[in-house]
T-cell receptor, first 112, second 116 residues
Framework: ETGVTQTPRHLVMGMTNKKSLKCEQH?????MYWYKQSAKKPLELMFV???????ENNSVPSRFSPECPNSSHLFLHLHTLQPEDSALYLC???????????FGNGTRLTVT | GDSVTQMEGPVTLSEEAFLTINCTYT??????LFWYVQYPGEGLQLLLK?????DKGSNKGFEATYRKETTSFHLEKGSVQVSDSAVYFC???????????????FGKGTKLSVIP
C-alpha cells in the first residue's frame, strides 16, 4: 500500500480515443503531481497542483488536460494522443512543495 | 539549468558484492540531493536524502555522501542482495526562490540486477 493509488494500471488506446487517468492519495498531502516516465529519459514533470490550484505546466501539449477537484484526487484527461505519448505516467503527492514525493505505481499507457 | 548525470547501466552484480552508482550534478546554489528506487512494476520510493554539504544519507544499508567540492552524491552499499534489484534514480532540488523551486530534477536512472 503506497498511499497513492493510480488507476488503471494499464491502458491501451487509439489515437482518436478519449480516456482519463485517475490518482488518489490517502496521505493528507496538499500537493499533487503528474510525471511522464519514458525509456532512456529522465522523469518529466508535467503538472503540479498545490491546494487544488495548478501551479506548473511544463509546456505540456494540450492533448493532456489535468483536473484536480480536491486535494485528494487528480485526473489526467487524454485525447487525440500520438504514439510517442506511450509511457508510464506517474502520480505523486507531497505534504507541501518542499517535502519528499510519494509516488503511485503508475499507469502504463500504450497509444496505437 | 539544473541537471543530474548518473552512470549508465545496466549494472549486474553477484549477491554480496559491493555496489557503487555514480551521480554528479549541476545546480544553482546549494541543492538538496536524493536517491529514489523503483522496484519492478512500482512507482518511485525515496531511498535517502542529504540537504547540505558533507551530510550522509543512509537507509536499508545504502549510503550516499553530499560532496560539494566534486558535486557528487554517489550511492553505495557494502553487500547487495537479490531483493535490491531495481532502478535507482539520483535527483536534486535547488534551494532558490521562484516558480520552479519545488521541482525535482532526475537523472535517467541506473538499472541494477543482482544475481544469486
Amino acid at each position: 500500500e503506497t498511499g497513492v493509488t493510480q488507476t488503471p494500471r494499464h491502458l491501451v488506446m487509439g489515437m482518436t480515443n478519449k480516456k482519463s487517468l485517475k490518482c488518489e492519495q490517502h496521505l493528507g498531502h496538499n500537493a499533487m503531481y503528474w510525471y511522464k516516465q519514458s525509456a532512456k529519459k529522465p522523469l518529466e514533470l508535467m503538472f503540479v497542483y498545490n491546494f487544488k490550484e495548478q501551479t506548473e505546466n511544463n509546456s505540456v501539449p494540450s492533448r493532456f488536460s489535468p483536473e484536480c477537484p480536491n486535494s485528494s484526487h487528480l485526473f489526467l484527461h487524454l485525447h487525440t494522443l500520438q504514439p510517442e505519448d506511450s509511457a508510464l505516467y506517474l502520480c505523486a503527492s507531497s505534504q507541501d512543495m518542499g517535502s519528499p514525493l510519494h509516488f503511485g505505481n503508475g499507469t502504463r499507457l500504450t497509444v496505437t | 539549468g539544473d541537471s543530474v548525470t548518473q552512470m549508465e547501466g545496466p549494472v549486474t552484480l553477484s549477491e554480496e558484492a559491493f555496489l557503487t552508482i555514480n551521480c554528479t550534478y549541476t545546480a544553482t546554489g546549494y541543492p538538496s540531493l536524493f536517491w529514489y528506487v523503483q522496484y519492478p512494476g512500482e512507482g518511485l520510493q525515496l531511498l535517502l536524502k542529504a540537504t547540505k554539504a558533507d551530510d550522509k544519507g543512509s537507509n536499508k544499508g545504502f549510503e550516499a555522501t553530499y560532496r560539494k567540492e566534486t558535486t557528487s552524491f554517489h550511492l553505495e552499499k557494502g553487500s547487495v542482495q537479490v531483493s535490491d534489484s531495481a532502478v535507482y534514480f539520483c535527483a536534486l532540488r535547488s534551494l532558490y526562490s521562484g516558480a520552479g523551486s519545488y521541482q525535482l530534477t532526475f537523472g535517467k536512472g541506473t538499472k541494477l540486477s543482482v544475481i544469486p
